[in-house]
């Protein structure tokens, strides 16, 4: 079966964590021209209550992201703090999964289980963004799709929002490292188990 191609009207931006920054810093490329478009900066005192400012290459900010104590519900704010969208999770959930209101729409979305990425679609299924992990990255690295439905930058600060806050920026090398460690530990302490009858005199 040949493949489906993809829409002409999605676009894709590259997302990627400096390294040598004080507090989380991602600088958000668009992937057809190579260029810097946003930056975005989680506040110093987002240890009380987690907010990102998304800036243009200029410095001039564009949007916020700000949380509450609890880091359950979010509001994006354009640069006049009028309310674009307003993102939440559920407090119990067996895989993660968040729901964004936008244009009197509600998004919904799941992760996979180790969050690798996700796809946010709107109650008919429109395609709204996607957003795929880059695995075994030294630095926090993901790929943003963004379609027609929402407006690009919305979209792009959603992701961020849902990546480093909800899910706290968890890099994926480390998940995979740990489910690959986790079955050989279990097998070595199973093997101490049965050989230490043996060994004991």
């Known amino acids: 079966m040949a493949d489906i191609p993809e829409s002409t009207g999605r676009r ?19 992937e057809q021209t190579g260029q810097v478009v946003a930056i975005a900066k989680q506040t110093w005192m987002s240890f009380l209550r987690s907010t990102m400012h998304i800036e243009d290459p200029q410095g001039n900010r564009i949007l916020t992201a700000k949380g509450g104590f ?10 006049s703090e009028n309310k674009v969208a307003k993102l939440t999770r559920p407090w119990i ?6 729901t964004i209101h936008y244009r009197d729409e509600e998004l919904k979305a799941q992760g996979g289980f180790l969050a690798w990425g996700f796809e946010a679609l709107n109650s008919q299924g429109v395609f709204a963004f996607r957003l795929d992990k880059k695995i075994l990255a030294v630095r926090d690295q993901s790929r943003i799709q963004v379609g027609d439905y929402m407006d690009e930058l919305h979209a792009v600060a959603a992701a ?28 070595l302490i199973m093997t101490m188990l049965l050989l230490m009858p043996l060994l004991v005199p």
């Open 12 to 30: 894709n931006y590259k997302v990627v964590q400096k390294l040598l920054a004080m507090r989380p810093v991602y600088e958000i490329y668009d």
């Open 93 to 98: 959930a067996f895989r993660q999964n968040f």
């Open 70 to 79: 609890f880091d359950k519900t979010f509001w994006l704010l354009d640069a």
């Open 160 to 187: 961020l929002v849902v990546d480093r806050i909800f899910f706290k920026g968890k890099g994926c090398g480390c998940r995979l490292l740990l489910c690959c460690l986790a079955p050989i530990i279990v097998i």
